[in-house]
């Protein structure tokens, strides 16, 4: 397979930083998923998975702390699923952009 050109590396780092999500809109975390009994024994969550579903969203502020878990609504899980799409796609994209500088520089190129 042939090497992309460094004028591809670097349009492929442009397109990159313009497809990049909002910053204001990425969560980092993950969202738990719960079905609850609730104990009555004629309740159709006897049978069946539960109540719910109930969703946390589980952050952690600084590197060795403990998770908080917070109640995510049934209205904003829609919200909250995006936004933390949103921080996997950034992630997954300064990966690229990364690696493509860093081939950049291998090359002794120029990063502009």
Aim: net charge positive; glycine share 8%.
């Amino acid at each position: 397979m042939k090497k992309p050109s460094s004028a591809a590396l670097r349009k492929r780092r442009h397109q990159l930083l313009r497809a990049l999500p909002p910053i204001e809109q990425i969560v980092r975390g993950s969202l738990i998923e719960t079905y609850k009994r609730c104990g009555r024994p004629s309740c159709h969550c006897v049978d069946g998975p539960g109540h719910g579903p109930k969703r946390y969203l589980s952050t952690i502020a600084r590197t060795g702390e403990r998770p908080r878990l917070g109640y995510v609504p049934n209205g904003a899980y829609p919200q909250v699923a995006e936004f933390l799409a949103n921080y996997r796609n950034l992630q997954e994209m300064l990966n690229e952009i990364c690696a493509i500088n860093a081939e950049l520089l291998r090359r002794r190129e120029s990063l502009d």
